[in-house]
């Protein structure tokens, strides 16, 4: 699938690898709480909270807001074995954002299961894990979520062509919750309760 060289801007190449990049979606809603208000002369306390959806565009948004750049339309946020990048939309170049945001598929410390199967004869697989995965993000500008849930995550791989390579699919979702903060109309950076989902998926080549 891809390979990506360790810099700011990355050049996707080619590469034999049983890795594939995916999207990233994160669709979460930040609860966040209103300054009380008094009604019927000062003796009875109102307390409110607010909300603002952090949707895939939010976030991207935040993001090249926090590494002060501009993305043509159609560039996405993905990951690739668990780190974040931004995809640009030609489908050829990426940033990482790994410092921003984490990603983890594998199963924060080792907890997933799996059932499928797989045939060592062609390589033809398919599995189904259930996983405890957990992500983070930190734009340094006031807006943060540390978020954990389950995901389903599937994975197929096709049978071994002649020359060697498989097609590899990988599709993942599940609801997360979480902590965090964000920064309001009025610049005021306020704790928050995070809840929402997670989910991506991807398709290429892989070869052995």
Do not use: C
């Not at 994160?26 to 209103?34: P, V």
């Not at 062609?122 to 943060?144: C, E, I, P, R």
């Not at 791989?157 to 699919?169: F, H, K, V, Y």
């Amino acid at each position: 699938m891809a390979a990506f060289l360790a810099a700011a801007w990355l050049l996707l190449a080619p590469a034999q690898t049983m890795a594939q990049a995916t999207s990233l979606n994160f669709t979460l809603t930040a609860t966040y709480q209103q300054p009380d208000r008094t009604t019927s002369g000062g003796r009875v306390t109102i307390s409110s909270t607010a909300s603002v959806k952090w949707t895939p565009a939010h976030i991207l948004t935040l993001l090249t807001n926090s590494l002060g750049v501009t993305l043509p339309k159609g560039s996405y946020l993905a990951q690739d074995n668990g780190t974040a990048e931004i995809i640009i939309d030609n489908g050829l170049d990426t940033t990482n954002v790994s410092s921003i945001i984490t990603f983890d598929l594998g199963g924060t410390n080792g907890a997933q299961v799996v059932s499928g199967s797989t045939d060592i004869a062609t390589g033809k697989q398919s599995l189904s894990y259930l996983v405890y995965t957990t992500a983070s993000f930190d734009d340094g500008n006031g807006n943060s979520f540390n978020v954990g849930g389950l995901l389903r995550e599937t994975v197929t791989l096709s049978g071994r062509n002649n020359s060697g390579n498989q097609t590899e699919s990988i599709s993942f979702t599940g609801n997360v919750t979480g902590y965090g903060t964000v920064v309001d109309k009025n610049s005021n950076t306020n704790n928050a309760i995070f809840s929402g989902a997670i989910s991506g998926s991807g398709k290429g080549i892989a070869g052995s």
